[in-house]
């Protein structure tokens, strides 16, 4: 018994010369899942041990969202410096930004409040939750533009070309299956004998329609994915 008690001790010193070489070292990619959260307006990202790191502290961000590798963040941010004229009143701009997640760099933006569009909409404003692409290639993003409907878009991260994909009030992709890569959005639309609907549509990378979903989307994702 007299020799365990060195043998011990010498363990829990190297265990504890670990852990302090790991803290110091720390890299919270290595250690998914993630998830990622706003709080007064600041961008953290969390991993499953609640170990946080900021990526933002201006005050102005919101609508966060992680890449599929977990290795970027998109977000919203206010540009209260230029104001956008929405139909009834001025708005602050806002614009879209990315980072790393593990905080190494400083973040930058994606797409100003003037960025070039082409398409249905040339006017950016009221930015919707940006979501990206399963490669990280592209972010997909929303706007105000029509009394009904908002438009859908997408950014190319390399070279910052922008293009219109579809109308819709909201904005998922999916992450695997068959479907991979599709976006799910609702889209509101007029029964023929009048009368109008809000249902669930899924929508090619390229824009075009494949299908209607339904009021929901549980059939869909509990069946087809």
């Known amino acids: 018994m007299r020799y365990c008690f060195p043998a011990l001790a010498f363990l829990l010193m190297s ?3 670990i852990g302090f070489y790991a803290s110091d070292s720390y890299n919270i990619v290595e250690h998914l899942p993630l998830k990622v ?8 990202c969390v991993d499953n041990d609640g170990k946080e790191i900021s990526i933002t502290s201006a005050g102005v961000d919101s609508a966060p969202s992680l890449s599929a590798d977990q290795k970027l963040v998109t977000f919203v941010r206010e540009n209260s410096k230029v104001m956008s004229e929405d139909v009834f009143m001025m708005l602050p701009s806002t614009e879209i930004w990315k980072a790393p997640t593990d905080g190494s760099e400083a973040p930058c933006i994606v797409v100003r409040h003037d960025h070039p569009l082409t398409g249905e909409s040339t006017i950016l404003r009221n930015f919707g939750r940006p979501v990206f692409s399963n490669d990280s290639s592209e972010i997909y993003f929303s706007i105000s533009c029509w009394a009904t409907s908002a438009a859908l878009y997408s950014v190319n991260i390399s070279d910052s070309s922008t293009r219109f994909v579809t109308d819709g009030n909201s904005l998922e992709i999916v992450r695997s299956g068959n479907w991979a ?14 009368g109008s609907y809000d249902w669930y549509w899924l929508v090619s990378p390229d824009g075009e329609t494949v299908g209607p979903l339904g009021e929901n989307t549980d059939y869909f994702k509990k069946n087809c994915l």
Do not use: M, P
């Open 15 to 17: 265990v504890a010369a």
């Open 37 to 44: 959260i706003e709080r007064n307006g600041n961008i953290y």
């Open 181 to 194: 890569d599709h976006i799910i959005t609702q889209k509101h639309k007029y029964f023929v004998g009048g």
